[in-house]
């Protein structure tokens, strides 16, 4: 089965840039999104298809994905974006739909 | 205001059975694919089921293969979740989600009932 890895902690200070990586098997050949998750709160999208922001999703949020990894990268990171954030993507030979294993970020 | 609500969850014995749904308003829910989506105790997000706009073409995956069954009342604007034959490690929030249009992400997610199976 298709496998999405993510580092579980990644700690940045207010102000600067947070990058969160997610790698996978030609995760490049693939849409790759992310979702903010805050503590007792659900999954809210920030990135979908590699590099678009949803309505309401601050400009500081940003992606990318080439080979086999994609990022989900944070400008001007913000007390706020304290939250575990998920990777995700589909798995055409499974047609299941596959998150990673979440990385929380850390603003400190 | 678009939105999904989740109920139903609640205390279950092992070998037993749990019905949730899932009420959706503020959008055309019928022109939608829709998916069950959980997550354990302090654990990650795990996929678990998909049903299209007409509930033709279903997905479950290989965990709950055989037990859980993904249903939709359009009229109702609802999705459901049968659960049968729960196990310990069914144990977690379940959240319902509306996928984009075109697209592989969820938009759109309720704000999950945690369904807990323990004897």
């Known amino acids: 089965s298709y496998e999405l890895t993510q580092p579980p902690s990644v700690s940045v200070s207010p102000g600067q840039i947070a990058s969160i990586t997610c790698s996978g098997d030609k995760l490049g050949d693939k849409y790759a999104c992310w979702y903010q998750q805050r503590p007792g709160q659900s999954p809210v999208l920030v990135i979908y298809?590699?590099?678009k922001r949803p309505s309401g999703i601050p400009e500081r949020f940003s992606g990318s994905n080439s080979g086999n990894t994609a990022t989900l990268t944070i400008s001007g990171t913000q007390a706020m974006d304290e939250a575990d954030y998920y990777c995700?993507?589909?798995?055409?030979?499974?047609?299941?739909?596959?998150f990673g294993g979440g990385t929380k970020l850390t603003v400190l | 205001e678009v939105q999904l609500v989740e109920s139903g969850g609640g205390l279950v014995q092992p070998g037993g059975s749990l019905r949730l749904s899932c009420a959706a308003s503020g959008f055309t829910f019928s022109s939608y694919w829709v998916h069950w989506v959980r997550q354990a105790p302090g654990k990650g997000l795990v996929w678990v089921s998909r049903i299209d706009s007409d509930g033709s073409s279903i997905i479950y995956a290989d965990s709950v293969k055989g037990r859980f069954t993904i249903s939709r009342d359009n009229a109702k604007n609802t999705l459901y979740l049968q659960m049968n034959s729960l196990r310990d490690e069914d144990t977690a929030v379940y959240y319902c989600?509306?996928?984009?249009?075109?697209?592989?992400?969820?938009?759109?997610w309720g704000q999950g009932t945690m369904v807990t199976v323990s004897s």
């Open positions: 298809q590699d590099t």
């Open positions: 989600a509306r996928e984009i249009r075109g697209d592989d992400s969820f938009d759109i």
């Open positions: 995700q993507a589909w798995d055409t030979s499974t047609a299941n739909w596959v």
